[in-house]
Each structure stands twice: as structure tokens, then as C-alpha cells.
């Protein structure tokens, strides 16, 4: 059952439903496209995330009351449509999980039990899927990883942690975007930019699913990657 709260008198959050479901990741995703369509005019800023979406709107423009009337009417009328119709975007990310970037992967290897290829090819071997955005723009999480691979964050977060670093934390792994303070344990680097050069949208959105692939230091150079 879908529920709108207004939250302030210029921001207001949609929630789906309860935990982590796929299902519902492609209905946000939908939700989504049919805003920003509808009311893309209106809004100064969506933020989905596992099992919610948190907009915020132009107070001058439409009241909180009606903005949330129509959505519910929107959301109504998508709820008798098929998910299943939606083009799945899949990712094939490459990672070089060499020693110069993985600052990360002896220490999740020793904490698992397993070897340096061991984790490697277990986070390699599972699509995941884009469940949400944030804590700084183009920053997805992505889930879930296999149990073995599940580690706490970092006790002490780093100041800085390189744009494309790839890393864990518990059952979910992301892609640093930017250079960023972060806690997470970093596995790899992609040369990969998260940020197109033609596009204003990240590379990745809710309901994409993702992969990433082992690459060797040349290919990851010869693709633009920095080891600094």
C-alpha cells in the first residue's frame, strides 16, 4: 500500500512498502519516470532509496496538500500497470582489484577467511541491483552481496577515498563517485566514470542492475584509470 507524508511545507516522502525487494525497486524506478514527467516542473529534487522516495518541490509553485492529492492519483493509476514492461539497464563496470587501489582487500579477505581471489571472484560473480541514491549525488548502493564477503564499515572512516573506488559495507557495495571522505572497505578502482561526460544524470539509477568485472593493471590504465 503506498503512503504519502508530508514532511515540511516543501518536501514530502512517497513509501513503497517494508525491506529490501527488487519488486520494489522497479516500481520506484517506474514512480520515478512518471513524476518527473508529470510534475518535472515542479520539483527541485527526488531522492529514491530502498523502499521510499523523498521529493522536494517549489513551495511557490504548488502546495504540499495538492502536490500530494495528485501524486496519489499518479501512483494509483501506475499501480495497474506492469512493472515488467520497464527496459532493464544492466552495467558490466570493470575493476582492477590490484594492491595500488584495493586498501581494503587483505583486510576483508583475513575478516572472511578466504583469499585475496577468493573475494574477488565472489564480488564478481553477482549482478546487483541499484537501490538507492545518495549520501552524495551519483552515490548508489547497490545489494546485496554474497555473506561471505559481509564487513562493517571502517571504525575510522578515511578523509579521503578516490572517485571510482569500489567498496563494501555489511550486505551492500557502491561506487565512490567523486574523491569523498568514506568508511567503506575499498576492494578495487574502476576507470569508469560515474559522472558521463555527455549526460547531466548519473551513469547508474534505481532498478539498474550491475556487474562488475576483474580487469588487469594495463587495461585499466589503457581505460584511464588513475593509480594516484
Known amino acids: 500500500m503506498i503512503r504519502i507524508e508530508l514532511l515540511t511545507e516543501s518536501s514530502l516522502i512517497i513509501c513503497f512498502g517494508e525491506g529490501i525487494d527488487p519488486s520494489l ?4 524506478r517506474q514512480a520515478v519516470d512518471a513524476i518527473d514527467a508529470r510534475f518535472g516542473a515542479l520539483l527541485t529534487d527526488m531522492v529514491p532509496s530502498y523502499n521510499s522516495l523523498h521529493i522536494t518541490f517549489c513551495l511557490g509553485r504548488v502546495c504540499g496538500p ?5 501524486l496519489l492519483q499518479l501512483l494509483q493509476r501506475l499501480e495497474s500497470e506492469p512493472v515488467g514492461g520497464q527496459v532493464q539497464i544492466e552495467h558490466d563496470i570493470p575493476v582492477y582489484y590490484g594492491t595500488e587501489v584495493a586498501l581494503d582487500l587483505e583486510q576483508v579477505a583475513l575478516c572472511s577467511g578466504l583469499s585475496r581471489k577468493q573475494v574477488i ?3 564478481c560473480a553477482t549482478p546487483y ?6 549520501f552524495s549525488p551519483g552515490f548508489c548502493y547497490l545489494g546485496t552481496i554474497p555473506e561471505q564477503l559481509a564487513t562493517p564499515r571502517k ?4 578523509s579521503r577515498v578516490r572517485a571510482g573506488s569500489v567498496a563494501i559495507a555489511e550486505r551492500q557495495t557502491a561506487i565512490y563517485p567523486d574523491d569523498s571522505p568514506g568508511g ?3 576492494l578495487g578502482r574502476t576507470p569508469q566514470p560515474m559522472h558521463p561526460a555527455d549526460s547531466k544524470a548519473p551513469r547508474l539509477q534505481v532498478g539498474d542492475l550491475v556487474r562488475f568485472c576483474a580487469i588487469d593493471r594495463r587495461e585499466f590504465l589503457a581505460l584511464g584509470g588513475k593509480l594516484d
Not at 495538492?66 to 495528485?70: H, I, P, V, Y
Request: charged residues 25%; hydrophobic residues 40%; neutral net charge.
Open 25 to 28: 525497486s522497479l516500481c520506484i
Open 121 to 123: 571472484a565472489l564480488h
Open 155 to 158: 571504525d575510522t572512516p578515511r
Open 184 to 186: 567503506w572497505q575499498v
Open 66 to 70: 495538492d502536490l500530494r492529492t495528485e
Open 129 to 134: 541491483r541499484v537501490y538507492a541514491i545518495g
